[in-house]
């Protein structure tokens, strides 16, 4: 493994704006010339996708995402493939990001930052990969927004990839899950210490943050595996343990919850590893990705793409969905793709690509494979 | 229709602590001795379930919230039945809730009011009927949290209650409503301006009243509804027009959507109407509220209740289930109860058995009647 990171000097996002951008970038196996993977990560992870045993100082999904997916002797074969992941601009892990120092004023770029989409993460994927001397892709591979990000690569450069594997994703979102990322950017905006955007040199929107987390986390489970893990439990441990919140006047009389104890627990590891402004960005990134965008529908924008396709969606995920998932494959059967569903029977929710690898893991040997 | 305030005098909270208590009422039609129907309202609801055509100043739920349900020749028909409407202990409109003076302090309880509960409800109803003169009900009937408050009648006076309407409603939360409805309190409780719910002289938390009450709107409406009403649209207007948070850096490039504009315009009015103290308070009633409580099970609950049972659930309604109110059947009939369920079909969620009063309307009629 490499941890790298390169220069694609000015770089223009699609909405006009221009900055000096370096993208950090893990790999993982040897390149024999057409043997390369992309792993495009999901909103939170980064780069480090799999783990050699190291600790790399970083938590949820920044450490080792899908280390049970991707290594020597597992799914993705790091021994046959060469995989690459890049941390995409917008995020915090090494990628010039809102919280990296803007040259021109020695601040951080905060609310300065270029507006970035899905379009730009892949731009700076594909140029990474040319300084990096790779010229063609075996396969993009990714699960939530990193399969839209899957899915703009056939769009955008249909003649440089062979395989795509979209996990757990859809063409855009729905207005119900619009509409949650909207309540958890405003929890951001209208923390105090948010400061317009400009915190870097005080106290971070941390309780904004938190419940942004909240709300996301919530959307990855199924109400189904929520009720199993913690149903209506009483926590074994004091609010104050955890809560990052103050004293609920209701709290005298009523228990601290387990489901409770354990969003705060997770908010409190997420702020400490993610960038308010970061969330911002590549949540907006998400939201405003629109596979038709320019085209006449889905089909149309996968016309061009003449690879193979497997779509992985999951039984248990309300945020992307199986039903979102098969009008995909429609899409692409309409474009004339060769393509697959496979549908993982799971409880888990969104969640099931990252905590069911089990289950992932074999039908993308099988098409990386085959 | 008369707006009344009783004294209950020093009540007793489930708690322990006690309060003098006065509580808000409406009643509408003419008492004739076993002609009474209690409507319990729902979380941000009032006493104020019908109208006369006239404007009684407040907005939401509270202005008339089943004025298409209930009324003279409607299917809670006023000419024949006398239909009493008590605002909940808690809440805001006119009985003693946490923003009502102490009169120990002369200042607004704030967190010094008692954690309060469904069973606190039901028991201030109680009394309140008792000293209006109403000896026996026909029915109780109510939606949402007010169908638990319908539940706990069953289970404290089974004998003084002939029929119960549960609607849209649950024996108890499941985890993944807990869950969000912890967020929602969290999202007033980390607004600076909550001051530890001392807030009544300042500013008071509107942007952490705002983000709960968008948490719980979205909770309200169903996936399918939100695409058919807002899908991915921009907003025809300008976020300055509704939203309460400052700008996001990136909607520099992106646009306001109209579910963005929906749910702050929704806030909007919310906090204008309503005490942030008061939704944590009643929001943590329904969250503690399980049917189960002090018996073996919810069939145990009910068992000494020989009354009659209209259970109405909805099919997309993912915050109380159609699985849920089946379950609730069940222990009904385990109980020996003689119940019916109603399924309404209906795309619009929770919410449904506000918006869809023609669905809602002729199966309540029938068995109220029969």
């Known amino acids: 493994m490499d941890v790298e990171t390169e220069s694609l000097g000015e770089f223009e996002f699609e909405c006009g704006e221009s900055i000096e951008l370096d993208v950090a970038y893990e790999t993982y196996g040897d390149y024999t010339g057409d043997n390369a993977v992309l792993v495009c990560h999901a909103l939170t992870g980064s780069q480090h996708v799999a783990g050699h045993g ?53 601040e951080a770029y905060g609310p300065d930052y270029p507006p970035v989409t899905v379009t730009d993460w892949t731009r700076a994927q594909r140029l990474l990969l040319e300084i990096i001397g790779v010229d063609s892709l075996h396969a993009v591979v990714g699960g939530s927004v990193g399969g839209m990000n899957v899915l703009e690569w056939a769009k ?5 990839v062979r395989k795509l594997v979209p996990i757990a994703t859809a063409p855009r979102l729905d207005s119900q899950c619009l509409a949650l990322d909207a309540v958890a950017r405003r929890a951001i905006l209208s923390d105090p210490n948010y400061q317009g955007g400009r915190y870097y040199e005080g106290d971070p929107p941390d309780d904004g943050l938190a ?12 109400k189904h595996s929520m009720e199993e ?36 627990y997770q908010a409190e590891r997420f702020t400490s590893r993610f960038d308010a402004n970061s969330y911002l960005y590549i949540m907006r990134a998400m939201d405003e990705y629109d596979l038709a965008e320019g085209f006449d529908d889905d089909g149309d924008a996968l016309a061009a793409y003449s690879g193979e396709t497997l779509v992985v969606s999951f ?22 793709v060769d393509v697959e569903h496979h549908v993982v029977e799971s409880d888990y929710g969104h969640d099931a690509f990252l905590v069911e690898p089990e289950k992932v893991g074999p039908p993308v040997k099988e098409f990386l494979e085959g």
């Not at 060469?82 to 120092?101: K, M, W």
């Not at 955008?156 to 440089?160: K, T």
């Not at 248990?316 to 995909?328: I, P």
Request: proline share 5%; glycine share 10%.
């Open 229 to 264: 893990k913690f149903g209506r439990r009483a926590a074994r441990k004091d609010p104050s343990d955890d809560a990052y919140v103050s004293e609920d006047p209701t709290s005298r009389f009523f228990p601290y919850r387990d489901v409770e104890s354990y969003l705060d």
């Open 54 to 106: 190291e600790d790399k100082g970083t938590s949820g999904q920044a450490a080792a995402w899908w280390d049970d997916v991707v290594g020597a002797g597992k799914a993705v074969d790091t021994n046959d493939w060469f995989v690459v992941c890049v941390n995409v601009p917008g995020s915090c892990y090494g990628t010039t990001g809102p919280a990296s120092e803007n040259p021109e004023t020695g």
């Open 211 to 222: 419940l942004a987390r909240q709300i996301g986390h919530i959307m990855y489970l199924s």
């Open 315 to 336: 039984t248990g995920d309300w945020h992307f969905t199986v039903e979102q998932s098969e009008d995909l494959v429609e899409s692409f059967r309409d474009a004339g």
């Open 156 to 160: 955008l450069y249909p003649d440089f």
